[in-house]
């Protein structure tokens, strides 16, 4: 098995590399812009293409629906600023892990980390002259190190958080993305946006880049944590705070639009799941307020998942498009979809949801 895994991991080094990366050893020591390091840093490696091997995205093209060639089950993530929504596939960010672009004024960030299945949106710090992320080519935990090419600092994607550098410490300010499948997104937003294959770089955006990795039982870096109770890859969705650390498997779900609403240690949480649509959110059941709301599913009436006991109807970002509370939203619970192995890597031995 290590032979195997040995050679899995030198053939997707030279397909990264060959991605526009430039060669290195993994097992070298990190380039540091400083000794201090918020995570060990002997768990820090380098992935292979350096600082910018995998190029991000910094002049994004957007194209209608009708223009794209997306298959019905691809995943993308989904992003939703104002009222403009847009699509990012995993097809283009297995490429380039992050894209940087602006919406309505702001500026934002996407990144996606191929190989820990995980997909964020930040605000770049306010006071920053350059707002945008590159790849740093550094891991943690088999996920992606983002830089800010305002001061160098590293950031963990996973624990949203600079881990080294200026601005170590500093929380990263984040934004909504709901990660489905390509016609759970169209149905529910069928005037969004999607980023297009015109990126500028010559990439065969129809092939994966990591063989069979989404699927095996093979890592191409050590983590911090194992545990073998689900398959390495399978995607959850993982809720952590002080109270809770829980995941709900993505493909267990029942078809269809299904709401779990759970209690844990004061900690009031609303989870929207379904395995046909390829869908996972959670959030806050408890409002700012002092309300705690009762949710029920809502059954093909996308982008609406969920009503109230008060007559309020939700959407899959946790707005209230109808009902007295119109106009209001809920409180994210602190999650992730994820592959199981990265998410205990992090987040160790979890409770799993039994369905």
Request: glycine share 8%.
């Amino acid at each position: 098995m290590k032979q195997i895994q040995a050679f899995f991991s030198v053939v997707v080094l030279i397909i990264i590399q060959a991605c526009g990366g430039g060669s290195s050893d993994s097992s070298s020591p990190p380039p540091q812009t400083s000794n201090e390091w918020l995570i060990p840093v002997a768990e820090v490696v380098d992935g292979g293409p350096g600082k910018d091997g995998i190029p991000a995205i910094d002049s994004p093209v957007f194209e209608s629906p009708i223009d794209t060639n997306l298959v019905n089950d691809e995943l993308v993530i989904g992003v939703k600023i104002g009222q403009q929504t847009y699509a990012f596939p995993h097809s283009i960010l297995n490429w380039h892990e992050i894209s940087n672009f602006q919406a309505s004024g702001t500026h934002l960030t996407v990144s996606y980390c191929p190989l820990t299945g995980t997909s964020d949106l930040w605000i770049p710090p306010a006071n920053a002259t350059n707002k945008t992320f590159g790849v740093s080519g550094l891991l943690y935990n088999s996920n992606l190190i983002l830089y800010d090419r305002e001061t160098d600092s590293n950031w963990s994607q996973m624990l949203n958080q600079a881990v080294n550098g200026q601005l170590m410490g500093t929380l990263a300010e984040k934004e909504k993305v709901v990660e489905t499948q390509w016609q759970t997104w169209l149905a529910a937003y069928p005037d969004t946006q999607v980023l297009s294959r015109q990126t500028g770089f010559n990439r065969n955006y129809d092939a994966y880049p990591y063989g069979s990795y989404r699927t095996d039982s093979n890592l191409l870096f050590s983590v911090a944590n194992t545990d073998d109770r689900l398959h390495l890859k399978t995607r959850v969705l993982g809720i952590q705070t002080s109270q809770l650390n829980k995941v709900f498997v993505i493909e267990d779900f029942p078809t269809g639009v299904n709401v779990i609403q759970e209690e844990a240690n004061g900690f009031e949480y609303v989870v929207v799941g379904s395995s046909d649509l390829d869908l996972a959110i959670a959030f806050r059941s408890r409002l700012s307020d002092g309300t705690l709301l009762a949710f029920t599913p809502v059954q093909d009436n996308l982008p609406i998942v969920m009503q109230d006991n008060e007559g309020n109807q939700w959407n899959i970002f946790g707005e209230a498009v109808a009902g007295p509370r119109s106009g209001e939203q809920l409180d994210l619970a602190s999650h992730f979809t994820a592959f199981w192995f990265a998410w205990v890597a992090f987040y160790p031995t979890p409770e799993i949801h039994a369905f």
